[in-house]
């Protein structure tokens, strides 16, 4: 039975839940704290005959000090937050060298574009359109930056894999940017999380987490493997190559394919 | 202004006298009879209502860049700016009024107010001209964006001055009957304060609709 | 203007004895406030029985996914084939339970029914500002209730869209295949809006320039403060609500394109709209809360508030942090990362007057004498379980947390713990509270505190568990969690707080019946059952047309309990003092 | 009632400022309109005109609410009321504009 986090998947995994358990160590103390000073009261000042209550109207010293504790508590975590939040979104802090992916929702489907061998996610009028497409499946290289473009056909999707801790909408109309980096190899899933439908639950993909070789030898299998790829595969170079755009028929390939 | 702050913390300050107060008529807390704070806060409500609109209108076309239509090759500016002056003409004839209901001048009373419901009703009458040749033109709310935010902002715009012209009118029948004699003008200003507030909306919808 | 002119009894002497106003004028058209107060009452409740239920049919769903409902066979079969609940009823169940539990069950339980009744009592004034605009806002309140209520009924089914609406989903059929109930949807929001327009001018009016002779601001209870400052938030707020809707309303029927990006529209300009309102509804849904409590817990403890002037500032400071803070809604929508540093970093800085309203209310316990009667129970529930539902919400408040934890059931176990273990429970105390004074009678203590007991129990044993729900990253508004092979081994979870929701749910009969009970055969409550220092309860149960005989004056704050020296542990606020001659001024 | 309410504070209130110069007021406005549309038909530059416009309108609505609303002449507490709303609106507008990522 598991009954908490999944697994952490990626390179970001780590730094979320390390925010997430020192919040809940933080949040963890001061309810332990407050409940039990609430509880300690109700038996202690109960009404009893005879009792009377004291007449305190309050205490300066005493609320300075508790509205400044939460303060510096707080603004801290937003702090420890800021710079975390910053290398996960801003769009400063991509890492250079990403391998780029194109994802477009739709209700209820991930069409996922890779670039082809020539690396390159082409925009759509591009003659030499090299990219093919995936529906639902998204297959990474372990240890790999992806710089991946999100976007939507219809309405606001949310493109959630638990296992790496990353979510974004996707919303149509803009064009969204998303980086990762997949450490463990593994099947794990892809979810919605933004009501788009009454599909909405069944709007599921799988990411596929492979080594470099694994991964090559899929993009052969697809016939979509470069020079380089056919290497790390184990096959010779030439001739996959060549032979790559005569099997490439078999896949879907550009936007809108489906 | 000092004398008048005296008499209001007199009259309805904090710690009002029993006797002040029973009637709930004078003023109270901030020194301002309860229609006119009521219609005051009613009106901070209308700012907000209108920043959803314009706000939006203003999002849409300089916030997410969209390309944007000639609006003077859409819209009549200069019947516009015309409508505009009567709308104006139609707030100095309500302030006119007020005045006359303080002095409790009833002949005076009654013309402005005539006035006012005029030329409300002569700026609606005019707007929905406009809104037809509009139409007839193929310039509808379906439009792109110029359409949907023209007829929207303008359109709630006009709905306001109708319920305007349309409370003024009754005011203006209350008035012929006699039911502001003797000083009792705060229903005049109560509801001048919502024609003014039309009318700044509109200052503020001609500037940015139709001439920028 | 004739609206105020028409009703309100100059100094309610001339009304108090004999009241001869029709049946009609003084049960259904009223302008008592005190009427409308109850008329709110029954109404809201009624809508809260049908949030419930609709939150019945997705429990069921969520706990034992694609099987029969019990009596679901009842329901058509192009809803519910066989009594199974079908994906798009589903959707429209989560719409609906978040539509009617929010505008339609907490907000007017809160704001509809105590600013009504409480706020001219309290501050010693015959009744509202505009006791005719009071009645208006009554009656488009219950009109957009049924507006809302019968497009359940309407072809294509209710609105689909989640609470939310988020455009495009809400703003075109094509997405949701609902055409009526969506824009049904819409205008029943808008003459909402109108409704809270309405009340709202009435209780800031009222507040101003009503309140008795020595009834200074600092005296105010809180709970008028709190309902005071929740009229501001509402005066601001809901109109924005109202022109997005109504431009929302547009996109549906007249072709116009503001949220539909095929011609330039933006779905983050609704996003935006809604949250600016969205947000400070959160606190109109527990400003009242914080005030009702306030004054329970200090009369149940005896003691004065603990710093009753900071629990004012705190109040003001989170009402106005409260509007700009509304992008923590938006982290991961797409909105510009670096925009939502700034909501995170303001979003963080508004815990701190909730937690120095929780610290408050721990220290006003403190060396009192507390009296465990089902309000000051209920009231201390609302703390406890406010601080449990304050403190999960600084997990949302940093960015990186709530990029995994959003839309998930950490955020429905959240806003459950804010709105029911806290809005809920301040209104069940408020509701045990002041029942003697709406209607001369006292509900019973001990089906009260059962009510209280089960209520409490059920309630945390099914919202809890949500956390770990939500941890495990399960969504929210999912159909059927069991299509994820991730989410497959929390099923138990699910079950068991689907038995505890059924149980929460049947618990409220308690409370239903002996609300009956004591109506139809309660025993006449004493003039003060609680020994109150509010101006509310120095007249009868139920106070006549007009409230007060004559306007009171006002001497003292409102929390003189236990004062060293007085004879009583209270001291109504009306209550001359002995020493000094002249009221403070 | 509605003599009860009126009859007290007529006097004070009302006889407390001079009556403004609606008329000059009303020229004011009049003369700002038609400098509007000469901005407009001027040829200015797009920012400039923008500008100048905006300028133009505040400057109109100020002239409204201080005089004919008399926002002048009353207490600075409905000041109060009457400028609350507009720091937020201004905020929801430009957290907005700044909202889209360029």
Known sequence: MHWWFPADASSIGGKVDALFYAILYITGAVFVLTEATLLIFIVKYRHRQGRKAAYVEGSKKAEIIWTAIPAVILVTLALVSLPVWAKIKYYSHFPRDASPLAIEAKQYQWNVTYPGPDGKISSGNDSDDDDFMKVDSLYLVVNQNYVVDLTSRDVVHSFFVPAFRIKQDLVPGMDIKLWMRPTKTGRFEIACAELCGLGHYRMRGLVFVQTPREHAEWLVGQGEASAADSVTAGLKPAPAAAAAPAARGATSRGKGAS | ?212 | MTASATAAPRGGAPHAGHDDRSFIRKYIASTDHKIIGIQFLFVSLFFLLVGGLLAMGIRWQLGFPGQPMPLGGWLPSGVAPGGVVAPKMYISLVTMHGTFMIFFAVMPLLVGVFANYLIPLKIGAPDMAFPRLNMWSFWVFVLSGLVMLSSLFVLGGPAAAGWTAYAPLSATPDYTGVHLGQQLWCVSIVLFGLSSLLGSVNYITTVVNMRAPGMTWFRLPLSVWALFITAILAILAVPVLAGAVIMLLFDQTIGTHFYLPAAGGQPMMWQHLFWFFGHPEVYILILPAFGIVSDVIANGSRKPIFGYASMVYAMISIAFLGFIVWGHHMFISGMNPTLASYFMVSTIVIAVPSAVKVFNWLATMWRGDLHFTTPMLCAIAFVSMFIIGGLSGIFMASTPVDMYIHGTYFIVAHIHYVLFGGSLFAVFAGIYFWFPKMFGKQLDERWGKVHFALTFIFYNLTFFPMHILGVAGEMRRIYDPTAYAYLRPLQPINVFITINAFLLFLSQFVFAGNVVRTLWKGRKAPLNPWRDNGLEWTTPSPPPHGNFATIPTVYHGPYEYSVPGAAEDYTPVNQPPAAVPEPAR | MERAMTAAPAGPEAAEHKAPNYVAVWAALAVLTMVELAVVYMGLPRHVMILALVFLALWKAMLVALYFMHLRFEPKRLLYVVLAPLPLALILVIAVMHGFRK
């Open chain 2, 1 to 212: 202004m000092t004398a008048r702050a005296e008499a209001v913390r007199a009259a309805g300050g904090e710690g009002t006298a029993p006797a002040a107060h029973a009637a709930s008529g004078p003023p109270g807390g901030v020194g301002i009879y309860t229609q006119k704070l009521g219609m005051w806060v009613f009106l901070a409500s209308e700012v907000m209502f209108f920043t959803a609109l314009i706000g939006s209108y203003i999002i849409l076309r300089w916030g997410a860049g969209n390309p944007w239509p000639d609006t003077r090759a859409v819209l009549n500016i200069p019947t516009t700016a015309v409508n505009t002056f009567i709308l104006i003409c139609s707030s100095v004839s309500m302030v006119k009024a007020y005045a006359a209901a303080v002095r409790d001048d009833q002949k005076h009373l009654k013309r402005w107010l005539l006035t006012t419901v005029v030329g409300g009703a002569i700026f609606v009458g005019v707007q929905v001209r406009e809104y037809i040749k509009l139409v007839h033109h193929g310039f509808l709310p379906s439009s792109g964006l110029f359409g949907a935010t023209f007829y929207t902002m303008t359109g709630f715009h006009g709905f306001h001055v109708t319920c305007g012209v349309i409370s003024m009118a009754w005011v203006t029948i209350r008035a012929f009957r006699g039911k502001y004699k003797g000083g009792n003008y705060h229903g005049i200003e109560t509801i001048g304060l919502y024609w003014h507030f039309v009318d700044l909306v509109w200052i503020i919808l001609f500037t940015i609709v139709y001439l920028v």
